[in-house]
């Protein structure tokens, strides 16, 4: 299993694991869940810095940008314009082109709103960014998304946070069939085993923050979706036997006594 | 001895009173930003942070000091 990497953007990663370092009660805590979940890529938000707080503690004091990479996401953003500006934004801090796009459409249901997410996956392409793209499960969509210069397509499981799992698995196979785009399973999740679910519909990789974040044990949660992404990969190589309507005997029929 | 002109700016939505001339270079350094850590906006433009020291602020700028946090 250890040649068996993510490739994302010609980036190749161990895990294929990617985990969130929101809503954590503090910087210790995000810092060790991370470890303990084995992730090589991070998604971050950008946000304006605390002035008044000048000893208000760092995100990149905690987790070294350098031993993991760090996704900058535009999570919070409902325009194209938004998201732009945050990935234009976060480029500047240290020369991020790997970042994932969220233009959400709904306050309530915070699902992607496809039409912006579209229009912004084609200007930042352009413009050299290596896009991740957090998406609905449309599959048309996905294609227009792959169409547009994504380099990994990302769709939700359910609503962000919702802890739903996936709720549509036809559309991500349908989705998988038809890309060879690195293909994420992103939101939604709630528990480890929606993690193997996601790897054995043949997805690269599951992106989590919630379900490890607010699990009453997190560092726990953190490596039971560490085991089952490796567990769901490895089901989803060694390729399961067909599904059958009735029983087959799993001894010898001769010999009975 | 002269009396130094003060300015009027925005720095993430905060008003602040500073002296004429003060370069952005110098505004981040007195706000002990880690500029390495950063992203900086001038009026909705992103800063090269190379030109910091060349950059003297004006009366109304707008300045947006960005950085990473936690997320999803």
Known sequence: MSKDKLIVANKKFSSRLIVGTGKYQNMTECAKAIKISGADIVTVAVRRVNISDKNKPLLMDYVDPKKITYLPNTAGCFTSKDALR??????????????????????????????????????????????????????????????????????????????????????????????????????????????????????????????????????????????????????????????????????????II | MKKLKKIKIRVNGKIKIIIDKLTLYQLLNDLNIPITKVAIELNKEIVNKKKLKKMKLKNKDIIEIVHFIGGG
């Open chain 1, 86 to 255: 945050t990935l234009r934004l976060a480029r500047e801090i240290g020369g991020w082109r790997l970042v994932k796009l969220e233009v959400l459409g709904d306050k309530k249901n915070l699902f992607p709103d496809m039409i912006e997410t579209l229009k912004s996956t084609e200007v930042l392409s352009k413009e050299g960014f290596k896009v991740m793209v957090y998406c609905n499960d449309d599959p048309l969509m996905a294609k227009r998304l792959e169409n547009a210069g994504a380099s990994a397509i990302m769709p939700l499981a359910a609503p962000i946070g919702s802890g739903l799992g996936i709720l549509n698995e036809t559309n991500i196979k349908i989705i998988r069939n038809q890309t060879k785009l690195p293909l994420i399973i992103d939101a939604g999740l709630g528990q480890a085993s929606d993690a193997t679910v996601a790897m054995e519909l043949g997805c690269d990789g599951v992106l989590v923050n919630t379900a490890i974040a607010k699990a009453k044990k997190p560092f726990m949660m953190a490596e039971a979706f560490k085991n089952a992404v490796i567990s769901g990969r490895q089901s989803f190589l060694s390729g399961r036997i067909d599904k059958t309507l009735m029983g087959k005997p799993s001894s010898p029929t001769k010999g």
